[in-house]
């Protein structure tokens, strides 16, 4: 009987993955959470299932069995491969690498995150969660000479975001962000909603054209309201769709922490193929690597951190540890087309 009802509770919760809840129901806050825990259900579904096989309980086999099958359909989009730019198209395409940390109010290791980027080599780097405190350290411990262009600012509260990037950067204002303004306030104004700063910048990579570059917090889905963070994804997404279609083949990336999985429907509506963002861990196969809590000796469970490609191709990616806060560093290896020798206008004007 146990079992049976640990099966429900788990139908249940899969069951709202699909539920793109108002933020005004009073049950909204427990939904988001319920579906934040999808990604568990689907091995306890399988710890289930071997559990009454042994005991030969037939019922509880059977309803494990249907659980287990709906969260590996859920679960092959992330381990299969898709398709890539043709490795004849290689020596037509130029190597932009991205990567992001979530410092935890700045209790990221300075020494780790040095050591991240020098293992990486990362072309632009997003940090999060960045306050001015952190700077001294990661400068002297190298990040910034690897990395000497800077965009966005340092901030406590869990506001500040930095952009720091190899080449040159160029700060873009943008007024289409609605409720994701491009600097946000821990203590916002009368009628006003916390959120963090989310900069936007234009690189230009050496023969490449120029990539638009976003790095994102949307304020996480509090206890007692997410409106604010189901608003701020919605204003995400107006945002990712009105650059895509301004200018279908200009790339763009976004990354940071989202504060939302793949099973949450905000997140969803970004995503190919409806949507005008590619997952770049759905490129490349295996699994969506988890980033959060990395606290411990647990591993991580949801995946919260993400980078999303629009105009991109993904060659490689994965997730980091990094000593000290507790959101594991996510990266790709993209790829943008080359510019022809008499290119240049940029691709947004």
Do not use: C, I, K
């Not at 405190?133 to 930095?162: C, F, K, N, Q, W």
């Not at 909603?193 to 234009?202: A, C, F, I, K």
């Not at 411990?296 to 060659?315: M, Q």
């Amino acid at each position: 009987m146990l079992e049976l009802v640990v099966l429900a509770l788990g139908a249940a919760v899969t069951a709202l993955r699909w539920w793109d809840v108002d933020p005004a129901r009073p049950l909204a806050p427990l939904v988001v959470r319920a579906q934040a825990l999808v990604p568990v259900v689907g091995p306890l579904a399988l710890l289930l299932l071997l559990r009454a096989l042994v005991a030969g309980a037939a019922g509880p086999a059977a309803a494990a069995g249907a659980l287990l099958a709906v969260h590996a359909a859920l679960a092959l989009p992330g381990w299969w491969v898709a398709p890539g730019a043709p490795d004849g198209e290689r020596g037509r395409r130029v190597r932009v690498r991205v990567a992001a940390v979530n410092t935890w109010y700045g209790r990221a290791d300075a020494a780790a995150t040095a050591a991240l980027v020098r293992r990486l080599d990362p072309d632009v780097l997003a940090l999060v969660e960045v306050p001015p405190s952190a700077l001294p350290a990661l400068e002297r411990a190298g990040v910034a000479a690897a990395l000497p262009h800077r965009a966005g600012r340092a901030a406590d509260d869990g506001v500040g975001t930095l952009l720091l990037s190899r080449w040159p950067v160029e700060e873009v204002a943008d007024e289409r962000l609605g409720s994701l303004p491009a600097r946000g306030s821990a203590e916002p104004p009368e009628g006003a909603e916390r959120t963090s700063d989310n900069p936007l910048v234009r690189l230009r990579p050496p023969g490449a054209p120029s990539v638009l570059v976003r790095a994102v917090h949307p304020y996480y889905p509090a206890l007692r309201d997410v409106g604010p963070w189901r608003r701020q994804l919605r204003s995400l997404e107006r945002w990712a769709r009105e650059q895509a279609a301004a200018v279908p083949a200009a790339p763009f990336v976004v990354l940071g922490d989202l504060n939302a999985t793949a099973d949450h429907p905000p997140l969803r509506r970004l995503l190919a193929p409806r949507g005008p963002l590619v997952l770049a861990a759905r490129r490349l196969g295996g699994g969506r690597p988890r980033t959060w809590p990395d606290v411990g000796p647990a591993s991580a469970v949801l995946a919260l951190d993400h980078v999303l490609v629009h105009g991109l191709h993904v060659r490689a990616g994965g997730a980091e540890h990094v000593h000290g806060t507790d959101h594991r560093a996510v990266w790709a290896d993209l790829e943008a087309p080359r510019a022809a020798p008499d290119e240049t206008a940029d691709p947004d004007d």
